[in-house]
């Protein structure tokens, strides 16, 4: 986008959108009366709505708004929680993590601005139309720009020689279509985990009857609860290595990640719970290591071990047939497959012992 | 008697008239000016003024790329 074009209004907001009646510096400041721009971009707030959204929203959105400091898109709160965990228990060290994370990790945060109005931040903002505002904000200006890397290659099927997932090849169905306005607005309650949401969206909300013990198809009622459904349902997806953040020599962040690898894998599951009881679930090499932060402090993720950095996944290329549904022996003995030691690096075995496979586990052919 | 005084008065009920002419007339100015008159809007809509603008900034701006070039790999 041309720097102009970032800001350049359109008329028909004014004309059309009930925001187009309210005074401009109503929300965003600065000196409407100035001569000159720089005078009248003084004291200017070029997103009102972030991290606060009370001012600009509140008035109208109310209920929204209250919830929306838990909205994971602004609390950014899997990032703290994990990130603590993995970190250094010493104060000092531990602080400087944090300086690094805020520095790095928390510059991807939306807004209701940055989803409703505006590119997000990290991909250097604009209008999506001229400031009008879209209820439902668009995919592919606001979804998939943040969420590129692995989610939108894997749903649009932009990874070389993998298909994009059934519900937008066959259904056009944009993330809207699980991820609820609802979900996304956050639920006043804190979660440590986007996994944790409890609005979050579930297969079994629409495949009913797949999730049922009189599930029509034989191969859903004997694995009901044991395997999750990536694991039969999902094909070969994206996995991040080595992530290094530091500053260059005029101050600006960086990040450093190593080459992304396509591969598929089955994990153990590290956390069986009420929604996730399952044995087996698709694990993703996440792009954390030992020594992301050593640019501002050595052995910042002293509990690196912690957790795991082979994580489950949900990866958004879902197919009603996949190599794993061919026959029973596409899954059973099939031993790669599945996350076992000699495909973990050593000095990430302890980190993800919970996950391995051991040999003997992987189920047996048929 | 009472009736004559009425009839004597009867320009008060213009005071109320007024007032609200007044506000509704000063309400239009007020809109139309922090709108479309405004110098947000005149200048926010404008091309050739928001070309002009961000040329000027971007020529007195030492470090025209916020981004470091030193990142790779996928974020």
């Known amino acids: 986008m041309e720097p102009y074009e970032k800001v350049?209004?359109?008329?028909?907001?004014?004309?059309?959108?009930?925001?187009?009646?309210?005074?401009?510096?109503?929300?965003?400041?600065?000196?409407?009366?100035?001569?000159?721009?720089?005078?009248?971009?003084?004291?200017?707030?070029?997103?009102?709505?972030?991290?606060?959204?009370?001012?600009?929203?509140?008035?109208?959105?109310?209920?929204?708004?209250?919830?929306?400091?838990?909205?994971?898109?602004?609390?950014l709160s899997g990032f703290s929680h994990l990130v603590g965990v993995r970190a250094s228990t010493d104060k000092a060290v531990r602080e400087k993590v944090f300086k690094g994370m805020k520095t790095h990790c928390f510059q991807c945060h939306s807004s209701c601005g940055q989803c409703h109005v505006s590119r997000p931040d990290s991909v250097e903002g604009g209008f999506v139309a001229g400031h009008l505002f879209h209820k439902t904000p668009p995919m592919e200006t606001n979804c998939t720009s943040c969420h590129g890397s692995r989610v939108e290659k894997e749903y649009l099927g932009k990874n070389p020689g993998v298909p994009g997932d059934a519900h937008y090849a066959k259904k056009g169905m944009e993330c809207i279509a699980c991820h609820t306005?609802?979900?996304?607005?956050?639920?006043?309650?804190?979660?440590?985990?986007?996994?944790?949401?409890?609005?979050?969206?579930?297969?079994?909300?629409?495949?009913?009857?797949?999730?049922?013990?009189?599930?029509?198809?034989?191969?859903h009622r004997l694995h009901r609860g044991k395997v999750s459904c990536h694991v039969c349902h999902s094909v070969t997806y994206k996995n991040c290595y080595n992530c290094h953040v530091g500053k260059d020599a005029k101050g600006l962040p960086y990040f450093k990640t190593d080459k992304s690898e396509l591969g598929f894998k089955i994990g153990l599951n590290p956390n069986p719970n009420k929604n996730r009881p399952y044995k087996f679930i698709t694990v993703r090499h996440i792009p954390v290591s030992k020594g992301t932060f050593d640019f501002y402090v050595k052995d910042g993720l002293a509990n690196f071990d912690a957790l795991p950095n082979w994580k489950m996944a949900t990866p958004h290329n879902i197919q009603r047939t996949t190599p794993q549904t061919k026959s029973c022996n596409s899954c059973h003995g099939k031993k790669e497959l599945f996350l076992l030691e000699q495909d973990v690096a050593p000095q990430e075995r302890e980190a993800n012992k919970k996950v391995i496979v051991p040999k003997d586990a992987v189920p047996r052919s048929r | 008697m009472l009736r004559?005084?009425?009839?004597?008065?009867?320009?008060?009920?213009?005071?109320?008239?007024?007032?609200?002419?007044?506000?509704?007339?000063?309400?239009?100015?007020?809109?139309?000016?922090?709108?479309?008159?405004?110098?947000?809007?005149?200048?926010?809509?404008?091309?050739?003024?928001?070309?002009?603008?961000?040329?000027?900034?971007?020529?007195?701006?030492?470090?025209?790329?916020?981004?470091?070039?030193?990142?790779?790999?996928?974020?």
């Open chain 1, 8 to 75: 350049l209004i359109d008329e028909e907001f004014l004309d059309e959108d009930p925001h187009g009646e309210i005074a401009c510096e109503a929300c965003h400041g600065g000196n409407p009366k100035a001569a000159n721009w720089k005078v009248a971009h003084k004291g200017m707030i070029p997103d009102p709505t972030y991290p606060n959204a009370t001012n600009a929203c509140g008035e109208c959105h109310e209920e929204i708004v209250a919830k929306n400091k838990t909205n994971v898109h602004i609390s």
């Open chain 1, 181 to 219: 306005g609802e979900e996304m607005h956050g639920m006043g309650k804190n979660f440590n985990h986007r996994y944790e949401v409890e609005n979050a969206p579930r297969c079994e909300n629409c495949h009913q009857d797949a999730a049922s013990p009189k599930a029509k198809i034989k191969t």
């Open chain 2, 4 to 75: 004559q005084k009425g009839k004597e008065l009867w320009y008060l009920w213009l005071v109320p008239l007024i007032f609200v002419g007044c506000f509704l007339i000063w309400g239009t100015v007020d809109s139309v000016q922090t709108q479309e008159g405004s110098t947000c809007i005149s200048c926010h809509t404008s091309v050739k003024d928001l070309v002009k603008i961000t040329r000027e900034i971007a020529a007195k701006s030492k470090r025209p790329c916020q981004k470091s070039a030193e990142s790779k790999g996928e974020g």
